[in-house]
């Protein structure tokens, strides 16, 4: 059996356990041991880039010095912590004067990083670990009444030169994993443009605007759902449709769906225990197609 | 024009002190072709941001108005701007770069000192709530393990990470 | 060898440096120094009747060796050899000094310093001169005959030079027909004159007239005489030396024979094969046996061999009435024998393809200029109607994006130098076709730098023609409404556009052709960093490699405009002739010899040399020796350098010289410094000691110059010698690392400084004594400040002692 450590970063415990949830139970049906390490924390995201580079840096290393402790890969559901842990990892891999630099911050809290772990994406495992074949024997429920706008969000492939995830301007895992549990991938508008997501707080007529313009392009090709990978994508497109009813005075309906549900949901396990009322957008409408 | 811009004024000062920072290493290769700006999702949005007006800024040394404007803090980091960049300018980083600078001198916004917050208390940026402890227990979700608080206020002594919210505590 | 006499001649310069030498005392010092036969002082030596006081000495028998202390030495050192040659003297037994710009001048100040300098550097001329021995001429013959490599524009141009001038030229070509890129760009800037003239012989043959070009459809490029076209055909191996390569080609077959078709086009009418039109950018179709349009040279069909069904279908066989077709012709070898090669194969369009934001092989709307070229073209597959290849209607709008694949890190870096002008000439020919058409170049910078170009962007302008100033991010594709929306920011206005269009035409990258790497190896020729050709020198050799004999020219160096590729053909033609028009190759054997007895065959000297001239030879008993080709070897010593035994020496600088100038160099001080040995080379070191002489720069007399060709020659052992004789610092002089002339010796010499450092700090003496400085012509000042510094640090240093 494929053993990680999970990486379940601040915002999937805090507010998704939905994620947590069904990422686990497909993650288990399909032969993946996931492993709870102590004294993770945060993983430096975007935010506390700005502050500080160089200590974000160091707090990416630190989190993956545990997992080399533990002799595990790292596995990540969120595509903000699998970037910044990505990124920190391949930097200090290839640059042997940073990693020098980032592990005398790092002998002050005990920790040295040494380079053998990868961290992957939850999806890069369903890929490369488990496979597309695995998975299409083992869905139950096929989804093929069902099309999906696939947004696997910004971080999962860009920056393509550190992350090497997947072809940047095609990407093809994400459909392809969607459409192994019998779905269809659509195409739609600025499929690969940012949700917004990050500058909510700041600036949140801009997130809005950004995000609403995700949900039109994907009303307008017609899609059942919006499929995401991260959970600040998921925040921002559905808590936001909640907003774009009150500022624009326009109602979308459109069901934003972690793919774990989906893929949870195709390897038949009870919708009821998936917490799917921590949507905001209710997902009747997916489960009706998918019984 | 105010004092600040008057006591660095050159060009050479500012993009020089930029290529030093981690993240600012490449802005002295952009030619302004403009691909950044419109690849950006946020720049079609609104016209308070334009990355390739940032990075001209700061090779003309215009220090005070990048780092006290409100643009640079309106980059959404998709990185779609360096993914095409064909200068290969870190385009996103250079933002990180002049963000961490314009933290230094005291410019950051409140958002971002609350995360900072966060993780020097708790670990994390978000705190959980009883509500999702309950939850989490009910739908048969492991307890959540203990951060590395300790380990991470070791890394923030060492990188002087706590001591740029020390001098914000300071500002009036 | 006879006893040597030596004939030593003084020029004051007209008494300008006897002001500061004193020169009664110089001739006292020489006449008193053994070997010396004859001395003579004159105001100048090179010319005149100073020149004839040293051949009526020769003449006379009195000397056998002339040392002559002159100025501007680089002139007079050639016309003095030539004198003193028909004089009956072997013109390498002469040695020339400069007592102007090495000593009198830098040392104004210290006149007696300086004379005392000046009988070391007379006293080293003559110690060197004593040891010079003859050095004979050789002959290498050349054959009247060129290859040129390319058919496009360049090469054409190239060969009816060449052929005009009476050499036997080979011209050939990959393609089945002539004409490469230029035939296919339709028309060109900025005359907007038809491309396809360039198939024709400039000069109408048979009455010699002197129009500006002569039509093809008059006058055929077949009719030029001495001109063998081999199209089809490609390079495969070159051996031999320059003056005489023997080449061979790979020439692939093309199953119509080319003195037989008469191009009636029966073949073509019964071809049941066809296929997309690769010379037409695939927008229109042609049959499996073809012709490019009208007025190609040959103008004899071809089958492809990917599309033809051979003797399954043979219809076009049974047809042809000249019994043209021969399915069964093979690949053949061919075999020439030539005294130059030209390489003249152009570049390319870059596959746009990895821009993958610009979706250029998934939207059938973008295309590339080529592609639209071949639109614009009345020959062309849409008889000059600019349409969208997606459904064949006509484009209103069109919008053009500069710099695509070009100025990019992420895949040429380079600026591709013609495309500004190639979208200013579409752009104009379709607004003056269609003023309707609704034109936009996105460019990040237009660069109009060529004669006329910027009355382009002008007219451009005038015709209304848009211009945005931003590159773009991304192409969409509207699929409702079959529209292409480039995402664009017009800069100048601070504003994202959308422009919807249809047609999007890209300027892409243009890169060397495809195999250009194989022909490097092949010819042994060095490609630039962007992939291009390398020519020897951008400067002064653009035409020229640093293999004698072989020639560039055109877009193989980098891409071009067809006047400047024209200009460029012009010039290798000349270069090319020059090279084997005398029939032979007289150079003077100033090359470096092997003493067979000691090589050892370590193979250090045939991966140093810069020019291939040495190569292994085997011996009796499976030994290896190493050879020099005196052809090939340029005579700098850098063999000398790295050889770890000793066993090779330049003929016309062989250790006991250099050994015998170093210890008179350092005999007479004179001066209460220490004494430092500059090692120059005789290229950019010694300029650098000329012309802080010549510059009046001031330095100290203790500092003196032994000129060497190159510093590759200098090995660790000549330092530790220099500091036995007497030197208590050494500086080595030599060109910058990237502007060695003879390409690696500064870089060589830079090693063995560092490794004598190391030497010398374990010998105990201090390893700043030695310095290697790089120098280049207009940097006097640096040298004087050198040798100041240099001088100063070895005073700070104290006495040298050895034990």
Redo the contacts between chains.
């Keep these: 059996m494929t053993s990680y450590a999970l990486f379940l970063g601040c915002t999937i415990p805090a507010r998704q356990p939905h994620y947590e949830l069904s990422a686990r139970k497909a993650l288990t049906k399909l032969g993946i041991e996931l492993v709870d390490l102590e004294n993770m924390t945060c993983c430096a995201p975007p935010p506390l880039q700005s502050i500080d580079l160089e200590t974000s840096l160091a707090i990416a290393a630190y989190n993956i010095c545990l997992a080399e402790e533990a002799d595990l890969n790292i596995v990540t559901l969120c595509t903000g912590c699998f970037e910044s842990l990505a990124i920190a990892n391949h930097l200090l891999k290839e640059k042997p004067e940073l990693k020098a630099k980032v592990n005398k911050i790092l002998a002050n809290a005990g920790k040295e990083f040494k380079g053998n772990k990868e961290v992957r994406h939850f999806l890069q495992v369903l890929m490369n670990d488990v496979g597309v074949n695995r998975i299409k024997m083992d869905v139950v429920k096929p989804l093929d009444k069902l099309k999906v706008a696939a947004f696997s969000g910004c971080h999962l492939i860009r920056p393509s030169e550190l992350l090497h995830f997947d072809d940047p301007e095609r990407p093809r895992i994400f459909d392809t994993l969607i459409e192994a549990l019998g779905a269809k991938s659509i195409p739609y508008k600025n499929k690969l443009r940012c949700c917004g997501g990050l500058l909510r707080g700041y600036a949140d007529d801009v997130a809005l605007a950004i995000a609403r313009d995700k949900i039109i392009n994907a009303h307008n090709a017609g899609a059942d759902c919006i499929s995401t990978l991260c959970p600040f994508c998921f925040l921002t497109l559905d808590l936001g449709q909640m907003l774009i009813k009150t500022t624009y005075k326009e109602e979308y309906n459109m069901p934003i769906i972690h793919y774990a549900e989906l893929l949870s949901l195709s390897l038949g396990v009870d919708p009821k225990e998936l917490a799917l009322e921590f949507h905001k957008v209710k997902t009747d409408t997916v489960l009706e197609k998918i019984s | 024009m105010t004092e600040e811009k008057l006591e660095k004024p050159t060009i050479e000062d500012f993009s020089r002190e930029i290529t030093r920072?981690?993240?600012g290493e490449t802005i002295t290769?952009c030619?302004?072709?403009?691909?950044?700006?419109?690849?950006c999702?946020?720049?079609?949005?609104?016209d308070?941001?334009?990355p390739?007006?940032i990075i001209r800024m700061a090779l003309l040394g215009q220090r005070y108005e990048v780092l006290n404007g409100d643009s640079i803090?309106?980059c959404?980091?998709?990185?779609?701007c360096?993914?095409?960049c064909?200068?290969?300018v870190?385009i996103?980083?250079v933002i990180?770069?002049l963000?961490?600078m314009a933290?230094r001198e005291g410019n950051?916004?409140a958002?971002?000192a609350e995360?900072?917050n966060g993780?020097m208390s708790e670990?994390?940026?978000?705190?959980?709530?009883k509500f999702?402890e309950k939850?989490?227990s009910d739908?048969g979700?492991?307890p959540?393990?203990?951060?590395?608080?300790e380990?991470?206020k070791?890394?923030?002594?060492?990188?002087g990470?706590d001591k740029?919210f020390f001098k914000k505590g300071e500002q009036p | 060898m006879e006893e040597a006499k030596v004939g030593v001649f003084l020029s004051d310069c007209g008494g300008q440096i006897s002001k500061i030498l004193d020169f009664e005392a110089l001739a006292e010092f020489v006449k008193k120094v053994d070997g010396v036969t004859f001395v003579a002082r004159s105001s100048e030596f090179w010319r005149g009747q100073g020149l004839k006081t040293i051949t009526d000495a020769v003449k006379s028998g009195k000397i056998n060796r002339a040392v002559v202390a002159e100025n501007v030495p680089k002139i007079s050192e050639i016309v003095i050899a030539k004198a003193v040659e028909e004089a009956g003297l072997n013109p390498h037994l002469v040695e020339v000094l400069d007592l102007k710009d090495h000593c009198a001048w830098p040392h104004r100040d210290a006149p007696s310093e300086a004379t005392e300098k000046a009988k070391a550097m007379l006293l080293a001329a003559i110690e060197k001169a004593k040891l010079l021995e003859p050095i004979d001429k050789a002959e290498f013959p050349t054959v009247k005959s060129v290859l040129v490599i390319g058919g496009g524009i360049a090469g054409m141009q190239a060969a009816e030079d060449l052929a005009e001038m009476g050499f036997q030229v080979h011209l050939i070509e990959k393609e089945p027909f002539l004409g490469g890129l230029a035939a296919k760009a339709g028309r060109f800037f900025p005359t907007d004159d038809c491309a396809i003239c360039i198939q024709s012989p400039t000069v109408d043959l048979k009455t010699v007239t002197h129009t500006s070009r002569k039509c093809v459809y008059r006058s055929g490029f077949s009719e030029i005489p001495n001109l063998n076209v081999l199209t089809n055909s490609k390079v495969v191996k070159v051996e031999g030396v320059p003056g005489n390569f023997k080449v061979t080609l790979e020439r692939r077959p093309r199953y119509v024979s080319e003195e037989k078709c008469v191009a009636c086009d029966l073949c073509t009418s019964v071809c049941p094969v066809e296929v997309p039109d690769d010379y037409n950018a695939k927008l229109s179709t042609r049959k499996a046996i073809y012709v490019n349009k009208p007025l190609v040279y040959p103008a004899a069909y071809v089958i492809d061999e990917k599309a033809c069904k051979f003797h399954e279908c043979a219809k076009c066989v049974e047809v042809c009435p000249a019994k043209a077709i021969d399915l069964d012709q093979k690949t053949e070898y061919v075999t020439l024998n030539v005294g130059s090669i030209i390489v003249a194969t152009g570049f390319r369009e870059y596959n746009p393809n990895v821009i993958k934001e610009y979706h250029y092989s998934e939207y059938p709307d973008v295309i590339t200029h080529l592609e639209l070229a071949r639109m614009l073209d009345a020959f062309g597959p849409t008889k000059g109607m600019i349409v969208k290849p997606s459904n064949g209607k006509p484009a209103k709008r069109i919008v053009f994006v500069q710099c695509v694949g070009s100025r990019d890190r992420r895949w040429n870096p380079y600026c591709s130098s013609i495309c500004c002008m190639i979208s200013l000439k579409h752009a104009t020919l379709i607004k003056t076709a269609h003023p309707d058409a609704d034109v936009t170049i996105c460019y990040i910078d237009i660069r109009t730098t060529g004669r006329e170009h910027e009355y382009y962007y002008e007219k451009a302008r005038e015709l209304g023609v848009k211009f945005v100033k931003g590159r773009p991010a991304e192409i969409l594709h509207d699929p409702a409404t079959n529209t292409l929306i480039v995402e664009v920011e017009d800069e100048l206005l601070r504003r994202l556009l959308e422009l919807e269009t249809d047609l999007v035409v890209l300027a892409t990258a243009m890169v060397p052709s495809e195999e250009t790497k194989k022909l490097a190896e092949i010819l042994g020729l060095e490609l630039d960093q962007d992939g291009f050709f390398k020519e020897y020198n951008a400067k002064l050799r653009p035409t020229e490699t640093k293999r004698r004999g072989i020639f560039l020219c055109g877009g193989a160096t980098f891409p071009k405009d067809a006047p400047t590729a024209s200009l460029h053909a012009h010039s290798a033609a000349v270069k090319a002739a020059k090279f084997i028009m005398q029939g032979k190759i007289v150079k003077d054997l100033k090359t470096a010899v092997v003493n067979e007895d000691y090589c050892g065959n370590c193979q250090f000297c045939p991966v140093t040399c810069p020019y291939g001239a040495i190569t292994l030879e085997p011996k009796e008993n499976k030994h290896f020796v190493a050879h020099v080709s005196e052809l090939l070897c340029e005579g700098c010593g850098i063999c000398v350098g790295t050889c770890p035994v000793g066993a090779i020496e330049l003929r016309h600088l062989k250790q006991d010289q250099i050994a015998a100038q170093m210890r008179a160099l350092l005999s007479v001080n004179g001066t209460p410094k220490p004494l430092i040995l500059a090692i120059s080379c005789s290229e950019c070191g010694n300029a650098a000691v000329d012309s802080s002489g010549m510059a009046m720069m001031n330095y100290p007399a203790n500092v003196r110059v032994l000129r060497v060709p190159c510093t590759g020659i200098v090995q660790v052992r000549h330092i530790l010698e220099a500091f036995k004789a007497g030197a208590q610092g050494v500086m080595v002089v030599g060109c910058k690392p990237d502007g060695c002339h003879y390409e690696v010796g500064s870089q060589k010499a830079k090693k063995k400084v560092e490794l004598a450092k190391m030497l010398l700090n374990a010998y105990g003496i201090e390893p700043e004594r030695l310095e290697m400085f790089n120098l280049v012509y207009i940097e006097g000042d640096k040298f004087a400040e050198a040798a100041k510094n240099m001088t100063e640090k070895v005073e700070k240093l104290g006495v040298l002692q050895l034990a």
């Design positions: 920072m981690l993240g290769y030619y302004q072709c403009g691909t950044c700006a419109s690849s999702p946020v720049a079609k949005t609104t308070r941001y334009n390739r007006q803090w309106l959404a980091s998709c990185y779609n360096q993914e095409r064909p200068q290969k870190e996103a980083d990180y770069a963000r961490n933290i950051i916004p958002l971002y995360f900072a993780l670990g994390r940026l978000a705190p959980i709530s999702l939850k989490r739908y979700l492991p959540l393990k203990p951060t590395g608080v380990a991470l070791k890394i923030f002594s060492a990188t990470f740029i």
